[in-house]
């Protein structure tokens, strides 16, 4: 006999949010770009606990009140590409491109800053 559970509405977008990063993630290792860190709300934070050795790949995860995902790959000119994608229905992401020169210090400021940027967008929408 099957049993049949029913999941409280929150859980069921939970885990469309823990199949949605899934899904990006897999896009853009497909397009050449490693993930880097994850940003998870504190509710996604249980969920992607147990999926982190198989999901996640030994990237990095940061505590936030959005979820999101960095990706990095090589650039033209011994650059390096980072982007900050969402992980919600609407596509949406912020990219920016590093010198070989900048320092980790300077590359860590820049992406607080996209962060920051995220939050806004987050916040006027």
Not at 1 to 20: A, E, F, G, W
Not at 57 to 70: H, L
Not at 73 to 83: F, L, T
Request: one cysteine or more; a negative charge; charged letters at 30%.
């Amino acid at each position: 006999m099957h049993q049949c559970v029913i999941l409280p509405t929150n859980l069921k977008l939970r885990m469309n949010q823990i199949d949605r990063l899934a899904e990006i993630i897999k896009t853009y290792q497909r397009h050449g770009w490693q993930l880097r860190r994850v940003l998870v709300s504190p509710e996604s934070s249980a969920l992607i606990g147990n999926h982190s050795e198989t999901l996640l790949a030994g990237a990095g995860v940061q505590e936030s009140e959005f979820d999101a995902a960095w990706f990095a790959r090589p650039s033209h000119g011994d650059r390096e590409a980072w982007e900050l994608r969402l992980v919600a229905e609407t596509p949406y992401a912020l990219f920016e491109v590093f010198a070989a020169d900048e320092s980790e210090e300077q590359r860590e400021e820049v992406r607080r800053d996209l962060e920051a940027r995220m939050r806004d967008y987050l916040a006027s929408g």
